[in-house]
């Protein structure tokens, strides 16, 4: 029998599990699409009852939202930017694991960028997560790229600056003010009697903390 005779076989594969969907998770909680959808858009405004069932469906099925769906329909991504200037310091560590905390308990993921205390940098960064659909951006200080807050403005993107405070301030800001922080430890040491000083800073290039607290 010559090798063209031969009958090939095809080798068989097995298909993929199909992921469940939400009409999945309608059915199997018998409730409507449209209840599922209002359950994850916001729990509270779904039924005691009901929402025992699709969360007891969503359970069983394994059911995860498409994100890129949801945010399609509700024109919200649920997602957050933030900014800090470096990675390699674990003082923006605990910040950063409080905010998260508080964003996954609003059902929210935290995106994290570094600029590496570069305001052209910074200004990248912003425009990934812009691209990304964030639904708003942590900053940390007050000094940063002009244009960027006017960037922020175009896409009418809420941002709240960190870490620092002032009363004057033209945006939106939460923190303390270094600079009086500073004067206030200093007084107190020229009151119990100190008059020389030494200091050890950190980085004050576009770094508005440190440069204030040496002022």
């Known amino acids: 029998m010559s090798e063209e005779t031969i009958p090939k076989r095809k080798r068989l594969q097995k298909k993929p599990l199909r992921a469940p969907t939400l009409n999945d998770v309608a059915e199997h909680a018998g409730v409507s699409t449209a209840t599922v959808s209002r359950y994850h858009s916001n729990a509270e405004l779904v039924g005691e009852e009901r929402r025992r069932r699709v969360e007891a469906s969503i359970a069983t099925l394994e059911y995860i939202p498409h994100g890129a769906a949801q945010a399609l329909a509700s024109k919200r991504s649920r997602t957050i930017g933030a900014i800090v200037p470096t990675l390699d310091n674990a003082i923006f560590a605990r910040g950063i694991q409080a905010f998260q905390q508080r964003l996954q308990n609003a059902g929210y993921t935290l995106f994290i960028a570094s600029s590496n205390y ?10 990934t997560l812009i691209a990304r659909g964030v639904d708003g951006v942590m900053l940390i200080g007050l000094d940063h790229h002009d244009q960027l807050f006017e960037r922020f403005r175009q896409k009418q993107l809420p941002y709240i600056n960190t870490w620092s405070f002032r009363s004057d301030s033209d945006h939106p800001c939460i923190g303390f003010n270094n600079f009086d922080a500073a004067v206030r430890l ?27 607290r040496l002022q």
Request: glycine share 8%; charged share 30%; proline share 0%.
């Open 118 to 127: 570069s305001h052209d940098e910074e200004r990248t960064q912003a425009e």
């Open 186 to 212: 200093t007084t107190y040491l020229l009151d119990i009697g100190h008059i020389r000083f030494g200091i050890i800073a950190g980085i004050t290039r576009n770094n508005d903390r440190a440069h204030d």
